[in-house]
């Protein structure tokens, strides 16, 4: 029997014992092309052997560029068949930064997707001395560059399967568990290693803690570079069987994801507010009969949904209530997005409102909040079902051990926690003298046990009067507004706490819309000053339920959502505050020094939009009313 403790032996497990079930599909000009086990099991084997043939050998690194591709997920596994690392760079990543991360990495074999992939590789060759082969799935884009350091995917293939049956399999070793199986890349920072091991328990943690079955489906959209897909796609689906469905690209994901059907979903918060804003949207754009349906729906819905999460029993009536509700509405509105077969869904990475974690619930979605640093391979904590404290992020998951630190610092203990860091080749550690890992964040265990994050323990602040603030806290706080969309506070050293504010499209459409003014552009809107007093209200019902320290003083209003430049900073709030606080330098300090006047705010693209972004004073007395969240 094959040992389970390694991701090829989970594959050729697999291709043993279910050979002939679907292991992968991808969708190729509208198509679904399926993979099965043993197709899986024999494409890795031959790419393994190519690669062994080109002289890859334990220790050595593979990385892959593009998004999610059957091919680019049997191209690590190929690697790590040798007991080498994967490791798979950002898709959207410039030139100079994917140098600077196959430098780090030395980088042996790259993988490209497509033109796009191996044109960025093309243009810093010359910069990678370690890099001796690159690989390209795109054959036409691969003839149009000769050169002995470049191969097509479908050679690469074939040098293996002639190489099959030569007596060169002997280097096919699958690795052992303590090896490190995969490199996840930070721009500007040094890698996380995962060992198999690290992957599998959390993978195997992910299994108690839910149900997941072989014959489930899920979708890869997540991206590879992304410890989310790296642990609910790659390394779940090889460790429970069931199959992985990878869109056709990113702009057809959620199209793909209706017809898919997943069993369960993993996004981050940026989706889920995505998906509750086109079934709200649906909602409101419809007959009167149907929007009058959902309003009734959602006033049944909305208790049942705090009874829930309270664990309170329910009546008789409100349970038919509840399932009248199901049926007629939430359930077709579910399938409409393809969120019918959900059974249930995890979010993480940044933090996610409680008011949108209740609204999603509110429709049926089983959705729960997990915490999971790429150094714990994605899994630490995860919400139980019922009764859910939304403002923890739940208890350990199973062979998880959390602590907090005199100091604060949230840390763990377990077969999750990583090797350390990659820097050149060498692993740098956080593990503490008493094998206890150092997450960096800022926490609480309440009295059940469930983990409360506050930050990152370099983000706290202490005004200068010597008072503390926690900047999540508050801009969680200020997300709960319907007018919000994202806020930043600052205050560090500072005698009060200002944020800067980003306006909801959706939100102040929808007071547009109640003032007499549908259809007006966001950017006239923010400059009204009932629009600000507006907001101001709603900082002022947020500052009610804050310490006085933590209260926002002044704020600005910005014209347009904060910008997040790469896939990365959308998953990532510490690099889209290192980003917005760079960008946003300016703003930030009229905060503090100028009450009043007008700045240059210039966009993605270079260009200057002239705005009004008058900072604003917030009277901090309690007002008597709540926020304006649905």
């Keep these: 029997m094959i040992p389970p403790d390694t991701l090829p032996r989970l594959l050729r497990r697999n291709a043993a014992g279910m050979g002939g079930q679907p292991a992968m599909r991808e969708k190729r000009h509208g198509i679904w092309q399926t993979l099965t086990w043993a197709e899986y099991d024999a494409l ?13 050998a334990p220790g050595d690194r593979l990385a892959v560029m593009g998004d999610n591709r059957t091919r680019l997920y049997a191209a690590l596994l190929a690697a ?13 990543a410039e030139p100079e930064a994917v140098a600077a991360e196959l430098r780090q990495a030395r980088v042996r074999v790259a993988v490209a997707e497509d033109r796009e992939q191996l044109g960025k590789l093309l243009a810093v060759k010359a910069q990678l001395p370690a890099l001796e082969l690159i690989v390209s799935l795109d054959p036409r884009a691969a003839r149009q560059h000769a050169a002995p350091w470049l191969t ?24 052992r568990p303590d090896d490190p199986a995969l490199l996840l890349c930070r721009t500007g920072g040094p890698g996380v290693l995962l060992t198999h091991g690290n992957l599998i328990a959390a993978a195997r943690a992910i299994a108690a803690a839910e149900t997941v079955r072989p014959e489930d489906e899920t979708l890869c959209w997540l991206p590879m570079a992304w410890i989310g897909d790296a642990l609910y796609t790659f390394t779940l689906g090889l460790f429970v069987g069931f199959t992985c469905n990878c869109p056709e690209n990113p702009e057809t994901a959620r199209r793909d994801l209706r017809e898919i059907g997943p069993s369960f979903l993993a996004a981050p918060p940026a989706a889920w507010d995505g998906f509750l804003a086109d079934i709200e949207d649906r909602a409101t754009n419809n007959t009167h009969l149907k929007r009058a349906a959902f309003a009734a729906a959602r006033a049944v819905a909305e208790p049942a949904e705090l009874r829930r999460t309270a664990g309170e029993p329910s009546t008789f009536g409100q349970r038919l209530g509840l399932a009248a509700a199901e049926r007629l509405v939430f359930g077709p509105m579910r399938d409409r997005v393809g969120l019918a077969r959900v059974r249930w869904a995890h979010t993480g990475g940044t933090p996610l409102a409680p008011d949108l974690w209740r609204r999603v619930r509110m429709l049926g979605i089983n959705l729960k909040q997990s915490y999971g640093p790429a150094e714990l391979a994605g899994i630490a904590t995860v919400q139980p079902d019922n009764p859910v404290a939304p403002d923890t992020l739940g208890l350990p998951a199973p062979g998880v051990e959390l602590r907090v630190a005199p100091d604060g610092e949230v840390l763990a203990r377990g077969d999750t926690v990583c090797r350390g860091y990659d820097n050149l080749g060498a692993a740098d550690t956080a593990l503490g003298a008493d094998g206890w890992w150092h997450t960096g964040d800022a926490g ?9 994050v506050l930050d990152r323990m370099a983000h706290l ?3 200068a009067d010597g008072s503390r603030f926690v900047p999540r806290t508050v801009e969680g706080r200020l997300r709960h507004s319907r007018l919000i969309d994202d806020a930043l506070v600052f205050g560090d050293g500072r005698p009060f706490v200002g944020a800067i504010i980003a306006p909801s499209r959706i939100g102040i459409a929808e007071w547009a819309a109640r003032e007499g003014m549908p259809g007006v552009p966001l950017a006239e809107l923010v400059a009204l000053p009932a629009l600000r007093a507006a907001i101001r209200e709603e900082i002022r019902a947020c500052n009610a339920v804050l310490p006085a320290a933590a209260q926002v003083r002044r704020f600005v ?7 997040t430049p790469d896939i990365e900073s959308r998953l990532d709030r510490a690099r889209l505050r290192r980003l917005a606080t760079a960008r946003l330098a300016e703003q930030i300090e009229r905060l503090f020094l100028d009450p009043t006047g007008d700045t240059e705010v210039p966009d993605a693209g270079g260009r200057v939009a002239r705005a009004d972004l008058t900072v604003e004073e917030v009277d901090t007395t309690v007002p008597q009313r709540e926020p304006a969240h649905a």
């Excluded at 031959?46 to 043939?53: H, Q």
């Excluded at 209003?557 to 910008?563: M, T």
């Design 557 to 563: 209003l910005l014209d347009r959502p904060i910008d």
């Design 461 to 463: 602040g202490t005004l």
């Design 152 to 175: 097509e995917f479908a050679a690469l293939e074939k040098t293996g399967e002639t190489a099959d049956g030569t007596g060169t399999d002997a280097a096919l070793g699958d690795g």
């Design 444 to 452: 609480e265990l309440d009295q059940r046990g469930r983990l409360i």
């Design 80 to 92: 790590q068949s040798l007991g080498g690392v994967g490791m798979a760079l950002w898709p959207d």
């Design 44 to 56: 890795v084997r031959r790419l393994a052997l190519g690669l062994a043939a080109h002289g890859f």
